[in-house]
Each structure stands twice: as structure tokens, then as C-alpha cells.
């Protein structure tokens, strides 16, 4: 008897979803638990399991199509009873094609010749094969950057970038205008020469971050005020006990924690910045939440240390780790993704020399971390060359003063520079 494979609840108040890849196609066998296919929102991206063990035997909604919480989306046949369950090799990651007729083929990203998306330069990953097969690209093509020759996202979408890639199944004339708003893949439009365009459905969780971010715009007084800090001593420290951490601990210390530690004395110091504004009240609170930005899969995604002035150097960077890692393979539980009181976004790590980050509704503050670089400072009446980083702190001034924004700043970058502090809570 066929078991229907239906959409989960992936959250409070979610009704609608998106099919992301299917990592199973018509005809594989699956074991119990096996991931058949990753169901996005607009908040994460969770996988549905195999009920049991048995074989696909048909998909009726596509990559890419919505489809509702309960809705069936595929069946799958469970194996006779005393089958030996299938061996866990990794799966095929399946794609949904469009066609010029609007519908949606299923299919798995494979190389020239019908060969394996694992074969010749290495696995496709999962979120590399979703880009490829947006673009109706194979794998076969792409050179892989990642460990063991794997073809990454980062190659994928360098990949489809190339002016010269266009799916040769498709005639130019069916390339002239977008997919259908159900189809799950891009199309490129060529009009000759390089000027090509792609289209890409965006997916609920990209939806979701634009909204919000239009929503701080329009509803939270922004302001930012800026500081400078003199990274000598935390990078002293580091280099002194980085070997020793990490032995002892399994992890790197970076200089995360120490930020995350100094926010924490900071919003003790300046209350207001911890605080939310809930019409006709303020609510202030006695715990920190701290929002670390990462970047993700499906784009940029903010995991929450929950009670980070409770947390060890070593377990902030432990759990920062770990989000990091399941962020870029949307593993992350959406329980993880809320209820944060201040965020920490460090775009230094792109190279970002200065921005003005934008708060996470509702929360009323984000400290934004930048590139550190030698800069030439003036020291007891010397010019000294210092590693110097610039801070922002985006707040909303419906409840922060300027007064408080600057006082917060400030603490930031006194206990970076004498992070000693940060033992004695001064």
C-alpha cells in the first residue's frame, strides 16, 4: 500500500511552502529516515524523512512549486516485510527542469555522458546542484574547489555567471521571457553576444529577509554612530593561548567570542539597547540573546546564543562553529532563528571596511564588526602603526539616545582594547 509523502509543519503560523531539491527521484530506494526532500519557509529549510524503507514511486510536486502544510507532494512504497534496508551511499541531488510548455521534469544533476553528479571532478553538493539546475546546467563542466574535488555553491555560481553558459536543450526563442511562477528553474535570455539574463524564483527565506529588512526601514527611527578600535591586544591574547584553546577545547578562538563578551558588559552597561519597543510599553530585559549573522545556504541567517552572558569564551565559539557548519548545509532548527535580543554582524570577513547594518525587527541594536587593518595612529605624541577596526552600532532612536549609543560603543572598544576587563567585570 502506497504511504503518501506529505508537506510537515515547519512552524507557527507557516501555511505555504516551497519544494527545495529532491534528493531522491522516482524509482530510488530509500531507507528509514533518509532524507527524500527539502521543504523551505520563509524562516528554514527542513528535510522530510522516509517513514520507512521502501522506493519512490512518484513525485507529483516539483523543485521550486509551492505546495501547503498537509499537502501531498509524492508517494513512496515501503518494502516488503524483512527487506534489507538500502545502503546510505549519498544521493543524487534531484532538480526540477522547466519545460517550454510550463511544467516541471524531475531529474538529477549529472554529468556528460549520464555519469553520476559524484563522478569525475567530485560530488556535487546540494546547494550547488539547486544553483546548476536552476540554470539547466549539469555538473560535468564545473570544476570543483571543495574538499575532495566537491563542486561548492561558490563554483556553481561562478559557473552559471559565465556569459557563454546557456542550457543548449533550450532554443533561444524559449528563452525570451521568465519561467512559469511555478516552475523551479531560471532560464537565461539571449539576445547574442554576452548580454544574457537569468531567472531565479526567489525562495521563501530570501522573501522573508527582504520584508524585514524593508520593515526596519519603514518602522524603526535608524540611526548609526560609529568608533574605532585597536585590535593590538586581542590579537596579542589570541596568538598567545590559540594553541592551547584549541587543544584543550577542539575549536579556534576567534575574535568573536570576545565581541560577544563585550556586548554583553555592554548592554548590562546601557540597558536601552537590549530593550524593545512594544507600544504603549518599553520592555527591557535581564538576559542577552545575541544574534550571530552567518552566511547560509539560502542567505544570510541569524542563529541566537541564547543567555550569552552565561556562556565560556569556549562555548561561544564552539556553538558559533557548529551554527556555521549547519547554516551552509540549512540544518539549522527554526527554533535557533528566534527570539534574539541584539544581533552581531561581521562583515569584515567580506572585506568590508565600513557599513551601516540594519537592525532585526524588533530588536533595537546591531553592532556591525569590519576588516582589521594597519592604520598610522597618534600614541603618546608618536605616529604607531595599529591594527585598527571600525565599529558601527545601528539603533533605533525611539528608545536609544544618542547619549546611550555612543556610551555603548565606547564600551565596546574599552574592553577590546584592555580586554583584562572582561575578567574583573569593570
Given at each position: 500500500?502506497?504511504?503518501e509523502?506529505?508537506?510537515?509543519?515547519?512552524?507557527?503560523?507557516?501555511?505555504?511552502?516551497?519544494?527545495?531539491?529532491?534528493?531522491?527521484?522516482?524509482?530510488?530506494?530509500?531507507?528509514?529516515?533518509?532524507?527524500?526532500?527539502?521543504i523551505?519557509?520563509?524562516?528554514?529549510?527542513?528535510?522530510?524523512?522516509?517513514?520507512?524503507?521502501?522506493?519512490?514511486?512518484?513525485i507529483?510536486?516539483?523543485?521550486?512549486?509551492?505546495?501547503?502544510?498537509?499537502?501531498?507532494?509524492?508517494?513512496?512504497?515501503?518494502?516488503?516485510a524483512?527487506?534489507?534496508?538500502?545502503?546510505?551511499n549519498p544521493?543524487q541531488?534531484?532538480?526540477?527542469?522547466?519545460?517550454?510548455?510550463?511544467?516541471?521534469?524531475?531529474?538529477?544533476?549529472?554529468?556528460?555522458?549520464?555519469?553520476?553528479?559524484?563522478?569525475?571532478?567530485?560530488?556535487?553538493?546540494?546547494a550547488?546542484?539547486?544553483?546548476?539546475?536552476e540554470?539547466?546546467?549539469?555538473?560535468?563542466?564545473?570544476?570543483?574547489?571543495?574538499?575532495?574535488?566537491?563542486?561548492t555553491?561558490?563554483?556553481?555560481?561562478?559557473?552559471?555567471?559565465?556569459?557563454?553558459?546557456?542550457?543548449?536543450?533550450?532554443?533561444?526563442?524559449?528563452?525570451?521571457?521568465?519561467?512559469?511562477?511555478?516552475?523551479?528553474?531560471g532560464?537565461?535570455?539571449?539576445?547574442?553576444g554576452?548580454?544574457?539574463?537569468?531567472?531565479?524564483?526567489?525562495?521563501?527565506?530570501?522573501?522573508?529577509?527582504?520584508?524585514?529588512?524593508?520593515?526596519?526601514?519603514?518602522?524603526?527611527?535608524?540611526?548609526?554612530?560609529?568608533?574605532?578600535?585597536?585590535?593590538?591586544?586581542?590579537?596579542a591574547?589570541?596568538?598567545?593561548?590559540?594553541?592551547?584553546?584549541?587543544?584543550?577545547?577542539?575549536?579556534?578562538?576567534?575574535?568573536?567570542?570576545?565581541?560577544?563578551?563585550?556586548?554583553?558588559?555592554?548592554?548590562?552597561?546601557?540597558?536601552?539597547?537590549?530593550?524593545?519597543?512594544?507600544?504603549p510599553h518599553?520592555v527591557?530585559?535581564?538576559?542577552?540573546?545575541?544574534?550571530?549573522?552567518v552566511?547560509?545556504g539560502?542567505?544570510?541567517?541569524?542563529p541566537?546564543?541564547?543567555?550569552?552572558?552565561r556562556?565560556s569564551?569556549?562555548?561561544?565559539?564552539?556553538?558559533?562553529?557548529?551554527?556555521a557548519?549547519?547554516?551552509a548545509?540549512?540544518k539549522?532548527?527554526?527554533?535557533?532563528?528566534?527570539?534574539?535580543?541584539?544581533?552581531?554582524?561581521?562583515?569584515?570577513?567580506?572585506?568590508?571596511?565600513?557599513?551601516?547594518?540594519?537592525?532585526?525587527p524588533?530588536?533595537?541594536?546591531?553592532?556591525?564588526?569590519?576588516?582589521?587593518?594597519?592604520?598610522?595612529?597618534?600614541?603618546?605624541?608618536?605616529v604607531?602603526?595599529?591594527?585598527?577596526?571600525?565599529?558601527?552600532?545601528?539603533?533605533?532612536?525611539?528608545?536609544?539616545?544618542?547619549?546611550?549609543?555612543v556610551?555603548?560603543?565606547?564600551r565596546?572598544?574599552?574592553?577590546?582594547?584592555?580586554?583584562?576587563?572582561?575578567?574583573?567585570?569593570v
Open positions: 500500500m502506497s504511504l509523502l506529505k508537506v510537515p509543519e515547519v512552524g507557527e503560523s507557516i501555511t505555504e511552502v516551497m519544494i527545495g531539491t529532491w534528493k531522491k527521484r522516482e524509482g530510488d530506494a530509500v531507507a528509514t529516515d533518509d532524507p527524500i526532500v527539502e523551505e519557509s520563509d524562516k528554514a529549510t527542513v528535510e522530510l524523512p522516509a517513514p520507512v524503507h521502501g522506493t519512490v514511486t512518484r507529483l510536486k516539483g523543485a521550486g512549486e509551492r505546495a501547503v502544510v498537509g499537502e501531498v507532494i509524492g508517494y513512496m512504497e515501503p518494502a516488503a524483512g527487506a534489507a534496508q538500502p545502503q546510505q544521493a541531488p534531484v532538480v526540477g527542469v522547466t519545460r517550454k510548455d510550463g511544467r516541471t521534469d524531475i531529474g538529477s544533476v549529472s554529468m556528460a555522458g549520464k555519469q553520476p553528479a559524484d563522478a569525475g571532478s567530485g560530488r556535487v553538493m546540494p550547488a546542484a539547486r544553483v546548476l539546475g540554470a539547466g546546467m549539469t555538473g560535468g563542466t564545473v570544476a570543483g574547489t571543495g574538499p575532495g574535488g566537491r563542486v555553491k561558490s563554483d556553481a555560481v561562478a559557473a552559471v555567471s559565465q556569459p557563454s553558459v546557456r542550457p543548449s536543450s533550450q532554443p533561444a526563442a524559449a528563452l525570451a521571457k521568465p519561467p512559469a511562477a511555478g516552475s523551479s528553474a532560464s537565461l535570455r539571449a539576445s547574442g554576452d548580454r544574457e539574463e537569468r531567472f531565479v524564483l526567489i525562495s521563501p527565506i530570501r522573501r522573508k529577509i527582504a520584508e524585514r529588512l524593508v520593515e526596519a526601514q519603514q518602522q524603526a527611527a535608524l540611526l548609526t554612530t560609529f568608533n574605532e578600535v585597536d585590535m593590538s591586544a586581542v590579537m591574547l589570541r596568538s598567545k593561548f590559540k594553541d592551547v584553546f584549541q587543544e584543550r577545547y577542539g575549536v579556534k578562538l576567534g575574535f568573536m567570542s570576545f565581541f560577544v563578551r563585550a556586548a554583553v558588559e555592554a548592554l548590562r552597561a546601557v540597558p536601552q539597547v537590549n530593550a524593545e519597543f512594544r507600544d518599553i527591557y530585559r535581564d538576559y542577552c540573546d545575541i544574534g550571530i549573522a552566511g547560509g539560502k542567505g544570510l541567517v541569524v541566537v546564543l541564547r543567555n550569552a552572558e556562556l569564551f569556549a562555548e561561544i565559539e564552539q556553538r558559533i562553529g557548529e551554527y557548519r549547519r547554516a548545509d540549512n539549522l532548527k527554526l527554533e535557533e532563528l528566534q527570539g534574539g535580543t541584539f544581533t552581531i554582524s561581521n562583515g569584515g570577513v567580506y572585506g568590508s571596511m565600513m557599513s551601516t547594518p540594519i537592525i532585526n524588533p530588536q533595537s541594536g546591531i553592532l556591525g564588526l569590519h576588516a582589521i587593518q594597519d592604520r598610522p595612529m597618534a600614541l603618546n605624541g608618536q604607531v602603526i595599529r591594527p585598527m577596526m571600525y565599529l558601527a552600532l545601528t539603533y533605533d532612536h525611539r528608545l536609544v539616545d544618542g547619549r546611550e549609543a556610551t555603548f560603543v565606547k565596546i572598544k574599552d574592553t577590546i582594547e584592555d580586554p583584562t576587563r572582561l575578567m574583573l567585570e
